[in-house]
């Protein structure tokens, strides 16, 4: 699992990177499916990560909007932000976390086995329709490649 999550790492960074030759209004613009647009979906990945890593850590969930980070900078700078405390508790994750209750305030049970593994395929789903909307502008989308990413060395 944590081979899965660095390499959701390295894909956003690579994201990021691709970004940076797309002008502003691209970036911002209303497109079909997810949850609106190439910045705005990286927000919602930035976001997501964060919130549920909170909440199995006990923590309160990030609750603010993309209209405080409608940049660029501002997305990265956030993602960098909340990576220095997702690593760590992905980096020490063990097999007898796997299995522990996470309880919903209405009583409903996930194990965190479960909540971890759907951060990641979360993050796999919208690099997805980032890559469409790529193409939709003329543009080659970041390789979602596994392979040679150093990722077992």
Known sequence: MKTLFQYNWQVR??????CEDVPEDELL???????????????????VEYSWIRLLQGKAEFDESFEGYNSLEKVR??????????QPFVMTWTSEMEFKDFTFEDGDKLKHGEIMRHVIAHEIHHIG????????????PVTANLIDRGLFN
């Open 13 to 18: 960074d690579d994201w990021f990177s691709w």
């Open 29 to 47: 613009k209303a497109r079909t499916g997810g949850v609106g647009g190439i910045l705005k979906t990286l927000f919602h990945i930035v976001d």
């Open 77 to 86: 700078d956030l993602s960098r932000r909340f990576h220095s405390e997702v």
């Open 129 to 140: 329709q980032l890559s469409v909307w790529a193409r939709e502008i003329a543009r080659e």
